[in-house]
């Protein structure tokens, strides 16, 4: 069965701090991992990662993937309160027109 | 361009009854998905449809729920007789093309129901 793990499920730092998103995947015919930020309403998008080892920046946002490893990692530098919200990750199934999520990670930041 | 919209927002329904959620695509965008939140979880996929069509209701539960989009009008997400397990948030995004991996999928704000 397709799985996508996230760690940690929770996470509570002060505003400043950096902080790393883990996701893991394990996916029969895998062809690109989202990242999305999910506040009180829809989840919004981030970042595609198709390729192996190519960082995505977004301001102090940055994720990469490691395709042999099966992971991906979210990176938020400098964190401010309005970070504070659930990441999702999911897994884009080559062929199958849906998405594969995590569970998500709960991130709070603490001014 | 108005993105994804779906209503009600939130739906409140007594055990028994029944739940329509609808869900209008973008502008131009032919094929709708439906994803389920149960609470402190991420979102689970549900059913894939093009107009008139349902390509795969792989995630469907095989009673009570049922999906369709009409040649004209929202897609609509219908459960019937409703239990306290179905409350959730059902979230639709669409796309242009059945290619998804070409393009992030992006999603509604939902619709948040409740079974009392």
């Known amino acids: 069965e397709d799985k996508v793990v996230q760690s940690p499920l929770s996470l509570v730092v002060h505003e400043g701090d950096t902080v790393t998103l883990n996701c893991s995947y394990e996916v029969t015919n895998f062809r690109s991992l989202l990242w999305y930020k999910q506040e009180k309403k829809a989840p919004t998008f981030l970042f595609m990662l198709?390729?192996?080892?190519i960082e995505k920046k977004s301001g102090r946002l940055s994720s990469i993937l490691d395709k042999k490893e099966l992971f991906s990692i979210l990176n938020i530098t400098a964190t401010q309160t309005g970070d504070s919200a659930v990441y999702l990750c999911a897994a884009i199934i080559q062929g199958a027109q849906k998405l594969v999520f995590g569970q998500g990670t709960r991130l709070t930041i603490n001014p | 361009n108005a993105g994804v919209m779906q209503n009600p927002r939130h739906l409140v329904r007594r055990r028994g009854q029944e739940a329509r959620l609808r869900c209008s695509p973008m502008k131009g965008h032919s094929h709708v998905y439906w994803y389920r939140q149960l609470p402190e979880e991420g979102l689970k996929f549900m059913v894939y449809l093009q107009k008139e069509n349902i390509i795969d209701e792989s995630g469907m539960p095989k009673e009570r729920f049922s999906a369709e989009f009409p040649k004209e009008g929202p897609s609509i997400l219908r459960i019937q007789q409703v239990v306290r397990g179905d409350s959730a948030a059902y979230f639709c995004?669409?796309?242009?093309?059945?290619?998804?991996?070409?393009?992030?999928?992006?999603f509604g704000n939902g619709t948040r129901l409740t079974v009392t």
């Open positions: 198709t390729s192996s080892g």
């Open positions: 995004a669409s796309s242009p093309m059945a290619e998804t991996y070409n393009s992030p999928l992006h």
